[in-house]
């Protein structure tokens, strides 16, 4: 099973609003992302988890706050967004997050579709 | 730092046919891994095939293979025997083994298969 859950599918908000991602796994993976992805664009990595600690920040704007509370757990806090920051919200697991063993292969889940107004 | 080039934005291929998705990479770094993923237009991004630096022969899963030549630093996708629900966007990735090990994406490749 490899499976990744995310919800919700779809999220409208206003620049005002606070509202969280949530993201969910129970294949026993240690190692959890947040990536942001754009139309026709690749997803860009935002956050990286491992083993419950913040391990990657990629300079991300400070309304976007990452939290992880548990190793099946994993949340993104949205609070004071910009219209620029609508865009398709990428989970991911893997197993630990190092090693060679296929790569640590990141799972993704299904997305979340924010629209800032 | 390590870099994708997917230099097909758009590829067509006739239902039945076999496709290939053209990947280069760059890094100084000998021990990587490599990905292909699966982007339907729901989004969600889907895990096909996975190549190591040092693995000695091509990955293969299903109908999908991975022609990995490493002096050339190519690691293309061959879809044999192409489906209608192979139509999607395709990303080529790579990570390093150690230090930050985050995906590197390419720009991508979007596949249309016509019946």
């Known amino acids: 099973d490899t499976e990744v859950t995310q919800t919700p599918k779809h999220l409208v908000m206003g620049m005002t609003n606070k509202k969280s991602l949530k993201c969910e796994q129970h294949?026993?993976?240690?190692?959890m992302y947040w990536y942001k992805q754009k139309a026709k664009k690749p997803p860009e990595l935002m956050f990286v988890?491992?083993?419950?600690?913040?391990?990657i920040n990629e300079s991300v704007p400070s309304r976007f706050s990452p939290e992880c509370p548990n190793s099946s757990l994993l949340n993104l806090h949205l609070h004071a967004l910009q219209p620029e920051d609508s865009a398709l919200y990428l989970c991911?697991?893997?197993?630990?997050?190092?090693?060679?063993?296929?790569?640590?292969?990141?799972?993704f889940g299904p997305g979340t579709r924010l629209t800032v107004l | 730092a390590q870099k994708i080039t997917q230099t097909q934005p758009g590829m067509f291929v006739q239902e039945k046919e076999a496709v290939t998705l053209d990947c280069t990479y760059d890094t100084s770094d000998p021990s990587y891994g490599l990905f292909w993923y699966k982007q339907p237009s729901s989004g969600e991004m889907i895990f096909l095939i996975y190549?190591?630096?040092?693995?000695?022969q091509n990955a293969t899963e299903g109908r999908y293979s991975l022609n990995f030549q490493k002096a050339r630093k190519s690691a293309n996708l061959v879809i044999s025997a192409s489906q209608l629900g192979d139509s999607a966007m395709y990303f080529c990735a790579m990570r390093l083994d150690t230090g930050r090990r985050a995906l590197t994406f390419g720009s991508g490749t979007r596949l249309q298969v016509q019946p």
């Open positions: 190549q190591g630096s040092y693995d000695q």
């Open positions: 294949m026993g993976h240690r190692a």
């Open positions: 988890y491992s083993y419950e600690k913040l391990s």
């Open positions: 991911a697991s893997s197993q630990r997050g190092y090693g060679r063993e296929r790569g640590d292969t990141q799972y």
